[in-house]
């Protein structure tokens, strides 16, 4: 038994759960369904469990199955933790730092790319994040650091610090119908037009929105460069940073919306106060004092 219960069958059944279905999971695991399939057929039989009642339209855990998840979920983090701590003892440099964000361009962490590779062999890795996911990606230790908008509620294991802040423009196509309105920009005439969002990156946590009204129509689309693809398209409106704004005003491609008013957004840095390294400890005091020389801290 001890030979079938590996931590990646472990990896997998969380994937499972995670994900809603094994064809999800398969997709976040970079493995085919059946792959994934046959490893849970396979690990059912040298168990001699059911993880999974299959009676119905859709495979669920069993009571044996959920134990098995939840106790086995508890021996994942103890074999990361087991790692980062060893390669933190032994090389004092954690062998990767993820940094997940948000409204950021991804070529604002370039200089801290190349910078950190003068100093540490420590991998790096950028991951787009949305709302609630930025939150849970650092709630779940899929990014050590992160850099967004100031939440309302802080958790209790995390130090927040404010890089500073930038305004959020309501923008649209300049040829867009809400240019021609006569009525004042408020929530009855905004719910009149499509708004382009970008879908929260949460797996798990209650998904969150922004500037959206319930009964407004709207694209959902996947980031942020898609984002700005689809409201130079005319195809709705949407909020964006004013930096980003003001180049595609210039170009002609967006037009801000007249009546609107800007929105002021607190950026902030945080991380978890445990598993603290030297890639983390240097990456944080680089991105605080990169920020102010950055067009964000001007």
């Given at each position: 038994?001890s ?9 997998v059944?969380?994937a499972i759960?995670r994900r809603g ?6 997709q976040?695991?970079n493995r085919?369904?059946?792959?994934l399939?046959y ?5 059912e039989?040298?168990l001699?469990l059911?993880i999974f ?7 669920v855990?069993?009571?044996?199955g ?28 954690e062998l990767?730092?993820?940094?997940a964000y948000?409204l950021l361009?991804?070529?604002?962490f370039f200089?801290?790319?190349r910078?950190?590779?003068?100093v540490?062999?420590s991998r ?10 930025c ?5 779940y ?7 967004c908008?100031?939440?309302?509620h802080i958790p ?7 890089l500073?802040s ?9 040829d867009?119908?809400?240019?021609k ?8 005439s905004r ?5 382009i969002v970008?879908?929260?990156?949460a797996?798990?946590?209650p998904?969150?929105?922004?500037n959206?009204?319930?009964?407004q129509?709207?694209?959902?689309v996947?980031n ?6 689809a409201?130079?398209a005319?195809l709705?409106i949407?909020t964006?940073?004013?930096h ?7 170009e ?9 008013e800007?929105?002021s957004?607190?950026?902030v840095i945080a991380?978890?106060?445990?598993k603290m ?14 920020w ?5 801290g001007?």
């Open positions: 038994m030979n079938s219960l590996t931590l990646e069958a472990l990896q059944l969380d759960d279905s094994f064809a999800a999971a398969a976040e695991l085919a369904p059946s792959s399939s490893q849970v057929q396979k690990l039989q040298d001699d059911i009642d299959r009676s119905g339209h859709k495979a855990f069993t009571e044996a959920q134990l098995l998840l939840n106790r086995g979920r508890i021996l994942l983090s103890a074999a990361n933790d087991l790692v980062e701590d060893a390669n933190i003892l032994a090389h004092g440099w990767e730092i993820s940094i948000d361009p991804i070529d604002f200089p801290l790319v910078d950190l590779a003068s540490s062999k790096v890795k950028l991951q787009e994040e949305v709302l609630a996911g939150w849970e990606a650092l709630s230790d899929r990014a050590d650091l992160l850099i908008p100031k939440p309302e209790l294991d995390v130090k927040v610090e404010v500073g930038f305004d959020m423009v309501w923008v649209a196509s300049p867009h119908i809400v240019h309105r006569t009525s004042q920009f408020d929530q009855t719910k009149k037009y499509r708004a970008i879908a929260d990156s797996r798990t946590a998904r969150l929105s922004r959206l009204i319930d009964d129509p709207r694209l959902t996947s942020f460069p898609v984002k700005i693809d409201l130079c005319g709705g949407g964006l940073p004013r980003i704004a003001d180049t595609l005003v210039t002609n491609k967006l037009a801000i919306i007249e009546g609107s800007a929105q957004l607190d950026m991380w978890r106060r445990n390294g030297k890639s983390k400890s240097w990456c944080i005091q680089y991105l605080k004092k990169y102010k020389l950055s067009e964000f001007r």
